[in-house]
């Protein structure tokens, strides 16, 4: 499935859109910082297929998005480009999920703004005194160290970003070398280096500090790669408890990338939430939505594209395990 590809206009710029599908409940994807809407690639695609409209944004300075220097690409200044970007593309409250720093952005827009969406999911996502995350530091704090050796080319970048991808996912065969590479792409040449540490220095922790979580009524996913690297493991709970109206579902077996580690069934607890589902358990402990309606027959087209969540979140229950193509 091939995205209808959008620039839209935030102010100081534009933004970059995939989008998948036409109709039903709007969900919108935000990657995390070092990603773009590159990783979205596996899961809007399928819930474009159960309905929805999906559109995965890259986030203002990231991927495809316009990155004028004098711009701030702090997750307070993102929160305000993205509504900017929901009124453009006429996006009503639609289900926003956030891995990683895209998350924090979600959970902005929540507190500033919560007419603008209709439910929140927050995947592995920094909070209270852990923004900016460990990698982000690590970035940060190799400004001086790189600044005379790393000068031009994509391989200037990789020392740098490389382990913050490598670390997103729990197996490595998840993250290869061609991979990689791809995400390292937006920042080909010698201003790459330098808005990738522009970036990293735009991340300031007090954006998410000062909100007041358990103001946020929004009803909230919070989904758990329970091998997050750089993310422990209590923040779930402390996130989840948090909030005015959150749940928590934990994937064992996956890192901070869970759109690379597991797709399927994170697009199949994005649609179940959106569609208003149920929360199950099954024996290994792990939530699932299963909304009425979603068939398990795998001979049913969707559903065994989207397989539902049971066990270990990187068995291949569908036999559907993402390959990592870059198309």
């Given amino acids: ?89 006429r996006v009503g409250r639609p289900v926003v999920v956030g891995v990683g720093l895209g998350g924090a952005v979600a959970l902005r827009l929540a507190a500033t703004r919560p007419e603008r969406l209709s439910r929140l999911v927050l995947v592995n996502t920094p909070a209270f005194d852990l923004l900016p995350g460990r990698e982000v530091r690590m970035v940060q704090a190799a400004t001086a160290r790189f600044a005379l050796r790393i000068s031009r080319g994509v391989m200037g970048v990789a020392p740098l970003l490389t382990p913050v991808l490598r670390d997103g996912v729990a197996d490595p065969a998840a993250m290869p070398d061609r991979l990689v590479a791809r995400y390292l792409a937006p920042y080909v040449g010698r201003d790459g280096v330098r808005h990738l540490l ?26 758990w790669g329970s091998r997050d690297r750089w993310l422990e493991s209590s923040l779930a709970d402390r996130l989840t408890g948090a909030l005015g109206d959150a749940r928590l579902v934990r994937l064992p077996g996956v890192g901070r990338l869970v759109p690379e580690e597991a797709p399927a069934e994170l697009a ?34 969707v559903a065994g594209d989207v397989a539902p969540l049971h066990g270990d979140a990187t068995a ?12």
Avoid: C
Wanted: aromatic content about 8%.
């Fill in 1 to 89: 499935m091939h995205p209808d590809q959008l620039r839209v206009a935030v102010g100081p710029g534009a933004v970059h859109v995939d989008r998948y599908g036409h109709g039903g409940t709007p969900v919108v994807l935000l990657h995390g910082f070092g990603t773009s809407s590159f990783l979205w690639r596996h899961v809007a695609p399928r819930l474009a297929r159960l309905g929805h409209t999906a559109f995965a944004i890259d986030m203002f300075g990231y991927g495809e998005s316009d990155r004028p220097w004098d711009s701030d690409f702090g997750v307070a200044a993102q929160a305000e480009y993205l509504d900017q970007a929901l009124i453009s593309l």
């Fill in 198 to 223: 522009v970036l990293a220095g735009s991340v300031r922790g007090r954006e998410v500090e000062e909100l007041l979580l358990g103001a946020i009524v929004t009803p909230t996913l919070v989904v």
């Fill in 268 to 301: 199949n607890l994005i649609h179940g939430f959106a569609a208003q589902g149920q929360v199950t358990q099954d024996r290994s402990g792990v939530g699932a939505y299963r909304p009425d309606g979603m068939s398990n027959d795998p001979a049913d087209p």
């Fill in 316 to 327: 291949d229950t569908a036999g559907n395990k993402p390959s990592n193509e870059l198309d």
